[in-house]
């Protein structure tokens, strides 16, 4: 069955700690995206990557990083930098043809600093 | 500024009425539009989309009317079941953004039997 897969569910992260985010995908989509959801907001974009070995930041890219090493995988690390990092964070992927393709999502996962 | 308003945090509709939920946008360069339902603690659902070329999309109870002169889309769901009260959330992408979304702050809907 394809889809996204978002590790883990919840994510606790201490003070001055890196912490990555898993989100793996077996719909063979060529682009990848993360974003950031927080209490009564819309969804914003952090990072994307259109292909493999290349990626972009997006509107809040600052604090996080991330790589593209394979197609199927797009990890996200939150770094210490990120001083206000506890939110629900989005994977999505979509295939890279067309625009009017709609994006896809995993279940997420929630941040929280201890 | 946001470029994706989605003006009312929250509608309540009665079961087997028409929910109706609207969106507006400043960008006139935004040329593909879609719905997203979301559950609390779920990734957001694909719902529907509409192009900037038509002006209604419609997929069984849900239908998507897109008026580009006022920069304004609605999603109207007919009839309202308890299973669709969600958080929706309107998206708009541009000609040449490879794609990239921008979200509205989503309208949370009740549906009471």
């Known amino acids: 069955d394809g889809g996204i897969t978002q590790s883990p569910k919840y994510l606790f992260r201490k003070e001055g700690q890196n912490v990555t985010l898993s989100c793996e995908q077996n719909?063979?989509?060529?682009?990848m995206y993360w974003y950031r959801q927080d209490p009564g907001q819309g969804l914003r974009l952090i990072y994307y990557?259109?292909?493999?070995?290349?990626?972009q930041k997006g509107d809040i890219a600052e604090g996080y990083s991330v790589s593209r090493e394979k197609k199927e995988s797009f990890p996200l690390t939150v770094t210490s930098a990120q001083k206000n990092p506890t939110a629900f964070y989005l994977c999505?992927?979509?295939?890279?043809?067309?625009?009017?393709?709609?994006?896809?999502f995993g279940d997420g996962t929630r941040l929280s600093i201890l | 500024d946001q470029q994706v308003k989605q003006n009312s945090p929250s509608l309540s509709v009665q079961e087997g009425r028409i929910s109706i939920l609207n969106c507006d946008y400043t960008n006139s360069m935004f040329d593909y539009f879609l719905w997203y339902k979301k559950y609390p603690a779920e990734g957001p659902t694909f719902l529907i989309s509409i192009s900037s070329i038509k002006d209604k999309n419609e997929d069984g109870r849900f239908t998507v009317f897109l008026n580009k002169s006022a920069k304004h889309l609605s999603l109207h769901i007919v009839p309202s079941q308890p299973g669709d009260s969600a958080v929706y959330f309107c998206a708009a992408s541009a000609r040449g953004s490879q794609g990239n979304l921008i979200f509205g702050k989503g309208t949370k809907l009740s549906v009471k039997p």
């Open positions: 999505a992927s979509r295939p890279y043809l067309r625009d009017d393709q709609p994006q896809h």
């Open positions: 990557s259109q292909i493999v070995n290349d990626f």
């Open positions: 719909l063979n989509h060529d682009a």
